[in-house]
Nanobody, 124 residues
Framework: HVQLVESGGGSVQAGDSLRLSCAAS????????MAWFRQAPGKEREWVSS???????DLSDSVKGRFAISNYKDKAILYLEMNEMKPEDQAKYYC???????????????????WGQGTQVTVS
């Protein structure tokens, strides 16, 4: 049984930093590509970043240079470090996992069948 649980969301000021965590059970990023998505009210769910089993990272242009994805030693925890945050970063952030090991340039929601419940990030 796969479970993804996000944490670390909250309210920050523009320019601040925040780190999101995703605790995975039933799979790890040793065998599954994992990603972060976000969704603002009234908008479609948007891919943010992904990391595959080889550690290859893909990052959306909208967050490049500000956000960083990483995973913990045993690769059962996924992080999203968010720096220089902007009001347009405000959204609910979701952790997701693919069935596949690789996902470079795969940014569609349908490629990721496993999802967490999301954590809200507010930027003012």
């Amino acid at each position: 049984h796969v479970q993804l649980v996000e944490s670390g969301g909250g309210s920050v000021q523009a320019g601040d930093s925040l780190r999101l965590s995703c605790a995975a059970s039933g799979l790890t990023s040793r065998t599954h590509c994992m990603a972060w998505f976000r969704q603002a009210p009234g908008k479609e769910r948007e891919w943010v970043s992904s990391i595959d089993t080889d550690g290859v990272i893909d990052l959306s242009d909208s967050v490049k240079g500000r956000f960083a994805i990483s995973n913990y030693k045993d690769k059962a925890i996924l992080y999203l470090e968010m720096n220089e945050m902007k009001p347009e970063d405000q959204a609910k952030y979701y952790c997701a996992a693919s069935r596949a090991a690789y996902c470079y340039k795969r940014r569609d929601v349908a490629y990721f069948p496993y999802w967490g419940q999301g954590t809200q990030v507010t930027v003012s």
